[in-house]
């Protein structure tokens, strides 16, 4: 029986390979519940085995390749033609004429009118526009792996908000992990005189961004696909002279872990110290992380970011766009960030308000509590103070005598949550920061200096 599973936070240069060309994470899987576990590499971008097969136990010293089949829908990483050479055919075809150009979803490429022949039976987009080149997220096939790489994209609404606030805020370069849309705006309107470079796991953008424009990234490790050369227009990019100021704009798939994207956000910070010849590499540079409000616990364990109240729409998510009539709930999504949430006003015509108590915009229906002294709601409905856990809830749930906490109305008692501490059960922390481990760990070494 499996108690869960911990991501290994290091160093992954050393890791083996998946199939896909990244390096993998090391995980650990917790067997029995008091002491037994197995550490294993795999995928970093795709954990389930069905998207990539890759599965290696960490005391297997030889090489592993793995001889199954990856699914085609996983990251073409063979790299075949350089990134030059596959933008190079991007531009050739603007300069013809518009009844001349195609696109190949299937093979994910450009197709001139005299290779049609073969590609038939494909999905073919034909005659494409100036307008349909220049954004590539309205042509492009979003990627709907929620675990690695899902591709939601914001509503023309939430990029105005992020790029008003970004130029707000005197940012001028921002850095766009995994936000096409965002990176498309700035590439499209040079008026906002921002410098935006995108790092995305979706290598297709190759086509419509040059070199300097975009780089082959996966976000879970750090690494760069194309190698020095992209690692060397990052570096160049996030060098700052004069008033420049430069901002992580960063939405991860939501099943993404945590721990890594924290990990991931203190390496590029780290990264941006060294370029700039500062010393404190511990800090976090600005960013606004794009996470459901549910995560808030964990990304404050991690990162100790605040939460805004701005609800963040997709144009494509099933659930999580505005107006959707299968689910009457609001958005969920939210931008967590470490610049101070009363430096950052969020739009009173989209029903919000300024809370002078908290010095934050907030949900207008979003009301302050007395007694927490705080706007304690998160998805955008009123909460209410429990006297019995002494903080706000769901108005859905109620306190429970028995489990001893507000839960929802129609749940079990007696059930433990699978999320927190798998050697405990405390849900507060997880098994790595479990005190009892800590004694196990001390225990141990004070009988081998005994010995």
């Not at 390496?267 to 409000?293: A, C, E, Q």
């Amino acid at each position: 029986m499996s108690y869960g599973v911990d991501v290994i936070i290091k160093d992954v240069s050393s890791h083996p390979k998946c199939p896909h060309g990244s390096p993998t994470l090391l995980f650990e899987r917790y067997t029995e519940k008091k002491t037994g576990s197995q550490k294993y590499f795999a995928c970093s971008a795709n954990r389930e085995r069905k998207f990539c097969p890759f599965f290696q136990l960490a005391d297997v010293n030889k090489k592993y390749v793995s001889n199954k089949r990856v699914n085609p829908d996983t990251i073409d990483v063979q790299l075949i033609k350089s990134h030059e050479k596959i933008y190079s055919g991007f531009k050739k075809l603007k300069k013809l004429n518009q009844s001349d150009r195609s696109y190949c979803h299937d093979c994910s490429c450009f197709v001139l009118s005299s290779e049609l022949k073969n590609h038939k039976g494909h999905n073919i987009v034909n005659s494409l526009s100036a307008e349909v080149l220049s954004k590539p997220t309205n042509l492009l096939k979003p990627l709907t792996n929620s675990g690695s790489e899902a591709q939601f994209l914001f509503t023309a609404k939430v990029v105005q908000f992020l790029i008003n606030t970004t130029k707000n805020l005197n940012f001028t370069h921002v850095l766009c992990v995994g936000c096409p849309r965002i990176h498309e705006f700035i590439v499209n309107h040079p008026e906002t005189k921002l410098n935006s470079l995108l790092l995305d796991i979706d290598a297709r953008y190759e086509h419509f961004y040059g070199s300097t424009q975009f780089c082959h990234y996966n976000l879970f490790n750090h690494y760069f696909f194309r190698g020095d050369n992209s690692k060397d227009v990052y570096r160049n990019f996030m060098k700052c002279t004069g008033d420049d100021k430069i901002l992580i704009m960063l939405d991860p798939p939501f099943g993404g872990l945590t721990d890594v994207i924290a990990y991931t956000l203190k390496l590029i910070s780290k990264d941006w110290f060294l370029v700039n010849g500062k010393t404190n590499t511990s800090h976090i540079i600005s960013t606004f992380l794009i996470f459901p409000y549910f995560m808030e616990r964990r990304i404050i364990d991690t990162l100790s970011f605040s939460m805004l109240d701005y609800q963040v729409d997709y144009e494509n998510h099933p659930l999580f766009k505005k107006g959707n009539q299968a689910s009457k709930r609001l958005s969920p999504v939210r931008i967590f960030t470490n610049i101070s949430p009363a430096s950052i006003p969020l739009p009173l015509e989209e029903n919000y308000r300024f809370c002078e108590i908290c010095q934050r915009h907030v949900s207008s229906e979003n009301k302050h509590c007395t007694i927490c002294n705080a706007c304690t709601s998160k998805d955008g409905y009123p909460f209410i103070h429990c006297h019995m856990c002494n903080c706000c809830f769901k108005s859905t749930k109620r306190h429970c005598n028995i489990c001893e906490r507000c839960l929802p109305t129609d749940h079990t008692c007696g059930l433990q949550s699978s999320q927190g501490c798998h050697k405990c059960g405390d849900i507060s922390h997880k098994r790595r920061q479990c005190p009892l481990q800590s004694d196990v760990i001390q225990s141990a070494k004070r009988k081998k200096i005994k010995k």
